[in-house]
């Protein structure tokens, strides 16, 4: 069993949809919890990161962690074609072994 | 100011060859990790390097070796080629590695072996 389940996808939403992409992990000593984007022929960029359980908001896009489900969500609202690109979840224990795990990333297409 | 750079871009090799990569990181960083993106497996940490020492390596075997120099760029090689090494590779650089340090991606090396 990978340390970090995602549905691959793909994902397809019509534009202006709320776009909801999870993941679920296994071991509890992952403190941070990151979501990236990769478009097509580009490597990943940053979109988000929280620390330990809670809500985070940037702009369309809302980051929640639920650590007691060993659960983290990205929600896109007002979903856009421009959004069209996998996503992938990161997760890095509490300190100290510079490792980032991955999920396999979902691909979203959204359509106009 | 320039992103990560990865050299070459494209790679095709025969099985049991070897291969080298490279990477060259932001200026100013010191943390360079690699990775390889495969549909499968998604994204899997192969290292990290930081002031040219390897801080952590990922779960893959001896064949796939790196370094880093006192610039900070690094190199991965991976020797006796096989077939399920055709991946993207992938490296990210940051300031000083670690959780509360963004890391910037590189727009990765693709390696086909036949």
């Known amino acids: 069993q990978k340390e970090v389940e995602q549905d691959p996808g793909p994902l397809s939403v019509p534009e202006g949809a709320i776009v909801s992409l999870n993941c679920t992990y296994s071991?509890?000593?992952?403190?941070?919890f990151m979501w990236y984007r990769q478009y097509s022929r580009k490597g990943p960029e940053l979109l988000m990161y929280?620390?330990?359980?809670g809500n985070k908001e940037d702009g369309r896009f809302t980051a929640q962690v639920d650590k007691s489900s060993k659960y983290i969500s990205l929600f896109i609202r007002d979903s856009q074609p421009s959004d069209s690109a996998t996503y992938l979840c990161?997760?890095?224990?509490?300190?100290?072994?510079?490792?980032?795990?991955f999920g396999t990333g979902t691909r979203l297409k959204v359509l106009a | 100011k320039a992103g990560v750079t990865q050299t070459p871009r494209y790679l095709i090799k025969t099985r049991g060859q070897q291969v080298t990569l490279s990477c060259s990181p932001i200026?100013?960083?010191?943390?360079v990790s690699w990775y390889q993106q495969t549909p499968g497996q998604g994204l899997q940490f192969l290292f990290e390097?930081?002031?040219?020492?390897?801080?952590n390596k990922g779960n893959f075997p001896g064949r796939f070796s790196g370094r880093q120099f006192s610039n900070s760029r690094s190199e991965m090689n991976v020797s006796t080629l096989e077939l399920g090494d055709s991946a993207l590779y992938l490296c990210?650089?940051?300031?000083?590695?670690?959780?509360?340090?963004?890391?910037?991606f590189g727009p990765g090396t693709r390696l086909t072996v036949l």
């Open positions: 990161a997760m890095y224990p509490r300190s100290g072994t510079y490792k980032y795990i």
């Open positions: 929280t620390y330990s359980s």
């Open positions: 390097y930081f002031s040219e020492t390897q801080r």
């Open positions: 071991n509890s000593a992952f403190q941070y």
């Open positions: 200026s100013g960083h010191r943390s």
């Open positions: 990210a650089s940051s300031f000083a590695g670690g959780a509360t340090d963004t890391q910037y």
